[in-house]
């Protein structure tokens, strides 16, 4: 009888997981920075790490100074410093009109009379993504038309097939940048186009921006698609010619505190990109409030 009162009551005790068996926390996300790519590679990783970060993506409007010696310093910069590139952000040649009025015309793949020379830079660009070891190549489609029956639509969809297979054959990725579509026209593109390759970079600001959602909530459209974030904030257009202003982290419109638990939620575990467009000493500061903001949200 004492036995099976012994057994009993260590039954009704038993112990749970040991310590090193339960489920390993997930890891923090990183924060990164974007950074200009020039032929003076030295210039684009010292501004990371003069802000204590250690991820960057490399954003470029150049196609033609890309080489493979370019490509090379890249990779010696990168085995010097320990800094990843989380992607290859790729611009194109020509005028790019961030507002209403030209904007439709001018960015991207969308506007059919350039279409074709900035497919070529695109794919130019993805191998040197690949060279420099970039998982992805992120850009703006552009003002990607809401009617899926529309001839630009048509258009870039086949161009963007056409893309994801040259990014795919180069082993990376192609991430769009939110900003002129809508979240539902975004997530038609990418299942029109049905590769296995492509995913977002998120970037909140520009969706309020462009007066295109909340972040908050698109992230019910296509918050499985998200790959990247940016870190950026900004206020919504209060005319229908020009964008909202973009502003420091905590002056704007996006809440990072709803954003960022909302994200991991939807999977994701990828870079937190800080973006701030404008120069001089102001950046580096705005940069450095910005740290100081989002690594407790991590």
């Given amino acids: 009888m004492l036995d099976r009162m012994r057994h009993a009551r260590s039954a009704r005790r038993l112990p749970g997981p040991m310590a090193d068996e339960r489920p390993a926390m997930p890891a923090p996300l990183e924060l ?29 409007w150049q196609p033609d100074i890309l080489s493979p010696a370019l490509a090379a310093l890249v990779r010696d910069a990168v085995a010097r410093t320990g800094i990843e590139v989380s992607s290859f952000w790729a611009g194109h040649r020509g005028e790019a009109a961030w507002n209403f009025i030209k904007g439709p015309s001018t960015i991207g793949l969308v506007p059919a009379a350039t279409r074709s020379v ?20 992120t850009t703006h489609v552009g003002f990607i038309p809401e009617d899926p029956s529309h001839p630009d639509y ?3 969809v086949a161009a963007l097939k056409d893309l994801a297979a040259t990014c795919a054959a180069e082993g990376i990725e192609f991430w769009f940048e939110t900003g002129q579509e809508t979240p539902v026209a975004l997530l038609r593109t990418i299942e029109d186009i ?8 998120l970037d909140p600001a520009n969706l309020i921006l462009y007066g ?17 974030l940016h870190a950026k904030d900004g206020s919504y257009p209060t005319n229908g010619r020009e964008l909202g202003h973009e502003q420091a982290i905590g ?11 909302d994200l991991k939620k939807h999977g994701f575990n990828g870079r937190v990109t800080i973006e701030r467009e404008i120069s001089g000493p102001q950046q580096r500061t705005d940069i450095l409030a910005a740290i100081a903001v989002l690594e407790p949200l991590l």
């Fill in 32 to 60: 990164g920075l974007i950074v200009n790519l020039s032929e003076k590679v030295e210039d684009s990783f010292r501004q990371v790490a003069d802000v204590g970060l250690r991820t960057c993506q490399l954003c470029c």
């Fill in 212 to 228: 295109k959602g909340n972040p908050i909530d698109a992230l019910e459209v296509f918050g499985r698609w998200v790959k990247g």
């Fill in 194 to 201: 049905g590769a296995a390759n492509l995913g977002i970079n």
């Fill in 118 to 137: 900035r497919l070529a830079d695109y794919k130019r660009m993805a191998g040197f993504a690949r060279a420099i070891g970039a998982p992805s190549m």
């Fill in 251 to 261: 002056r704007g419109k996006v809440d990072f505190a709803r954003l960022i638990p």
């Fill in 154 to 156: 048509v258009a870039v």
